[in-house]
Structure formats: structure tokens, C-alpha cells
T-cell receptor, first 115, second 112 residues
Framework: AQTVTQSQPEMSVQEAETVTLSCTYD???????LFWYKQPPSRQMILVIR??????QNATENRFSVNFQKAAKSFSLKISDSQLGDTAMYFC????????????FGKGITLSVRP | DTEVTQTPKHLVMGMTNKKSLKCEQH?????MYWYKQKAKKPPELMFV???????INESVPSRFSPECPNSSLLNLHLHALQPEDSALYLC???????????FGPGTRLTVT
């Protein structure tokens, strides 16, 4: 079975600063996806970034980038130039490739961006 | 279009009521999901439909009854719910082969 661990329940960052959210996972499989999802208060869960395990290059999406360390089973999210709209709960998630694979979530981290 | 829509946004129902939640997507995804989410917790998977057939039921009580009438629609029929069933119910869709799931905005359900 796959597990995803987010050990920090809460973090706070000053607007315009950089913050890194940690995530580790455990699997014996070789082919999978990793994701970061963002859920603002009382709003929709949206995909922030995805990483395919076979790709060595770290994914980036504008101010969001990941540090994917496959051997260490680590998948951290870096948010640069933090904005007030980044205030949200962030979930790290794992999914095996293949049909009927489930999305396994970490417990989530609440990020607050201070003005 | 990466949109998953859900209706209604909010629902208040008594324990003897019957109601339905609806979900729709037009991304050509053939896998659709129902999740239950409590405040400050990750979503918990309830059901998975693959090619309009129920492929996963995570031991959900029978008072929740899913239905997938076609490849774009997913319903969740509710009957005789308990107050502890109050939660945000999320629908999601994806390609069957894998990749990211796209979530709808959810239905906030309150059982009185």
C-alpha cells in the first residue's frame, strides 16, 4: 500500500517570500504520479502541479516548483513570491499509473500568507 | 475545458429525506469519483466509476447510492442519512489510465 506523509500541519510566510512545503511518500512501485493540490478556504480543490516519476526534471508552473527526489521518496513544493491568494490548505497526493488506481492524499498543510 | 460542475452547492436535509447530488464533466474522462471531505482533512474516497461501471466501493453504507447514467454524469443518491454524514461531497474525474483528477467545487451537505 502507498502512503503519503505531510508532517507539518501549519506554516506561515510573509508576502513576497519563498516557502517550501514538505512531502514524503512510500511505495514499492516504479511508475506513478505525484501531485500538489491547493484548496483555499471554502473553495474548490485545484491542481497546482504534477510530476511523473519517470521524469528526472522537476516540474515547474510559474511561481510553483517541486523538488522531486525519487530515491529519497521526497516531493516538496516551493512557492516563490508568495501572494495572499496562496493562503490555502495544500495536499500532496500520489497515484500509481494504470486503470482504477486510487489517489492517496497526505493529511495536508495549512499555509497562511501574511501581508 | 477542465471544469467539473456539481449541484447543488449547499443541501440541508432531514434524516428521513431522500435527495440526490449531481456531477457533470465534459473532458472526455471515463473515470469518475465521489469523495467525502470533513473540515481540515483530506478527501476520503467513496466510489469509483470506470467506463460507467462501478469499480470501487470503499465499504460505504448503503444509505449512499451512486449512479452513472452516462460518461458525463455522476449522481449520488442519499437516503436516511445520519448527522455524522454532514460534510463536503466532492466529485472528480480523470482518464482511466491515470494522471491527475479534476475536482468539482463540492456540495456542502448538512444533515439535521
Amino acid at each position: 500500500a502507498q502512503t503519503v506523509t505531510q508532517s507539518q500541519p501549519e506554516m506561515s510566510v510573509q508576502e513576497a517570500e519563498t516557502v517550501t512545503l514538505s512531502c514524503t511518500y512510500d511505495t514499492s512501485e516504479n511508475n506513478y504520479y505525484l501531485f500538489w493540490y491547493k484548496q483555499p478556504p471554502s473553495r474548490q480543490m485545484i491542481l497546482v502541479i504534477r510530476q511523473e516519476a519517470y521524469k528526472q526534471q522537476n516540474a515547474t508552473e510559474n511561481r510553483f516548483s517541486v523538488n522531486f527526489q525519487k530515491a529519497a521518496k521526497s516531493f516538496s513544493l516551493k512557492i516563490s513570491d508568495s501572494q495572499l491568494g496562496d493562503t490555502a490548505m495544500y495536499f500532496c497526493a500520489f497515484r500509481l499509473t494504470g486503470a482504477n488506481s486510487k489517489l492517496t492524499f497526505g493529511k495536508g498543510i495549512t499555509l497562511s500568507v501574511r501581508p | 475545458d477542465t471544469e467539473v460542475t456539481q449541484t447543488p452547492k449547499h443541501l440541508v436535509m432531514g434524516m428521513t429525506n431522500k435527495k440526490s447530488l449531481k456531477c457533470e464533466q465534459h473532458m472526455g474522462h471515463r473515470a469518475m469519483y465521489w469523495y467525502k471531505q470533513k473540515a481540515k482533512k483530506p478527501p476520503e474516497l467513496m466510489f469509483v466509476y470506470s467506463y460507467e461501471k462501478l469499480s470501487i466501493n470503499e465499504s460505504v453504507p448503503s444509505r449512499f447510492s451512486p449512479e452513472c447514467p452516462n460518461s458525463s454524469l455522476l449522481n449520488l443518491h442519499l437516503h436516511a442519512l445520519q448527522p455524522e454524514d454532514s460534510a463536503l461531497y466532492l466529485c472528480a474525474s480523470s482518464y482511466v489510465s491515470g494522471g491527475e483528477q479534476y475536482f468539482g467545487p463540492g456540495t456542502r451537505l448538512t444533515v439535521t
